[in-house]
């Protein structure tokens, strides 16, 4: 039998609700001498708080510059997931494969009201892979604006282009039949293959796929390399954007590519670019690396 190990040594588990009074679970680990400053880490399509790439070093690397770091759980974790509301018995089905992209700003403005409740002022928010379209979008809601003097800057570690890698890996053909199908029998709960193999991680919901399929649909458009990257051209706050030179994700416009376009699209007060070299998607074997970076870049703040 294994020894039971600390996915993050000092960190503690909590409760919060999202600004739509869902109930959710994020983890958090604190510096001992506490500042004002705190990380919200969104993560990835099927993520989860305590498993997303990157956390603990990111973590560690933060709370010695005494920088809290928090990462939570969104209606998107997991592949399909019952979730529970404040004060109802209502329920509602979500995961990766069924959750509303649009929803996720609930989840985000969760977490922040969750930090500042704790006493944190300062705070920065990063997404990793599909939590990098949630961050820009929550940038361009009501809720950011509520909260912008709070938010000090954000990080985007693997912003890949989801519609237009689903493009291309299934093939242009296959693609846009599989969008007229879904358009036929949207709001249905029914799940269809994306990948080669119609199991395990490779279903997703109708309209769930049709959120990175669409053009016009946020998700598809935060960050569709081949479109004017608007979401990125509106950021005014400072912006940290990170790829793994090796992102298997990036089959149509390659990283280095991805991030000269950001840098021609951003038109806000900082943005610094980093290319992690010898690693992919999820930054393996590169980890302490990226957590040096952002955290250097934070601490500028």
Known sequence: MRKAIDIIDNARIIGFDASDGLMLYGMIREPRKRKKSAILHIHGLQGNFYGSNSISEIAKEANKKGIAFMSIQTRGSYIVEDFSYKNSKQELLAGAALEKFED???????????LIYMGYRQIFV???????????YYLKS???????????????????????????NLGTTKFEKMKRLARKISGKTLFMPIGPNATGN??????????????????????????DLKYIKSI??????????????????????????????????????????????????????????????????
């Open 202 to 227: 490779n279903v997703i919901g109708i309209d769930r796929f049709l959120s990175t399929a669409s053009e016009g649909k946020p998700e598809a458009e935060a960050l569709n390399y081949r479109g």
């Open 236 to 301: 005014g706050i400072p912006m940290l954007a990170v790829f793994g030179s090796n992102d298997e994700y990036m089959i149509d416009t390659k990283p280095k590519r991805a991030l000269e376009l950001i840098k021609e699209k951003y038109s806000g007060k900082l943005l610094e670019t980093h290319m992690v070299k010898g690693t992919g998607h999820t930054f393996r074997g590169k980890r302490e690396e990226l957590a040096k970076v952002l955290v250097r870049f934070y601490s500028k703040l």
């Open 142 to 168: 009501k809720s950011y604006q509520k909260r912008k003097k709070n938010i000090a800057g954000i990080a985007l570690l693997g912003p890949v282009d989801d519609y237009n890698y689903d493009r291309l």
């Open 104 to 114: 996720s700003v609930y989840d985000i403005e969760g977490g922040i009201n969750a």
């Open 126 to 136: 990063e997404g990793h892979s599909t939590g990098c379209q949630k961050v820009l």
